[in-house]
């Protein structure tokens, strides 16, 4: 009987690991993937800030959609708008929502001077990176840790981890606004600050029970953090 109950602990013990090790490889794997094709356009493209930021769009848009179509082939529920039933619950999100637009739109940079330069690094940052990020971490991997071990305590720490290790994953846009001076010291407090944001933004996952809440908090923790 113990020996059936310890075969059964060590096979859910492997298989949690095995789904960690397939996660970790698709995170390296998106990272690597954006790096190169980030290259290979400006090889054709001048550097700017501009058209790293359109490009890094692009990228984001097209792992969305990858990571949407990975869910569905699995049968898994991304969950971005679960717990959204009652004309109560959707009145406050559309209200969040459009808060956060009016945010986007009266902003300074961008009313005193109205124009792509303005409006790109307002839609990359406060729009592009929370839905992908959200998407990635308290959606598709959220579930992915769900579905394996049932716990929302524990995949919450872990989702929350590998959320702020993948942000070394960026070392290439660290190198190119900071050189490689300080280099660990920069990638440890990015790591960190990341800890403290997944900390925070996987609350509302843990409590509320979808993402499209985590979106929200994270556009607007986005927009005081420009």
Known sequence: MNNSFNDNKDLN?????????????LLVTLQISRIIIKQLVFLYLPYSKLNEMLISMF???????????????????????????????RN??????VCILLLILTSPSFISKPSLESLTPLLYTIIMIPIYEEILFRAYIW?????????????????????????IG?????????????????IFIKC?????????IGFFRYKIKNSYSCILVHSFINIFAR
């Open 59 to 89: 990228i984001m848009s097209l792992f969305i959609f990858f990571i949407i179509s990975k869910a569905k082939k699995e049968n898994l529920k991304l969950d971005v708008f679960s717990y959204i039933k009652s004309n109560e619950s």
């Open 192 to 200: 960190s600050l990341m800890l403290s944001y997944g900390i925070f």
């Open 170 to 186: 960026y070392v290439d846009r660290i190198i190119m606004t900071s050189g490689l001076n300080k280099i660990a010291w920069i």
């Open 143 to 167: 579930n992915v840790l769900k579905k394996e071990h049932e716990d929302d305590r524990k995949t919450y720490f872990l989702t929350t981890a590998l959320f702020s290790l993948y942000h």
């Open 92 to 97: 406050y999100y559309i209200l969040v929502t």
């Open 13 to 25: 013990s492997n298989e949690v690991s095995y789904t960690m090790i397939k996660i970790i490889i």
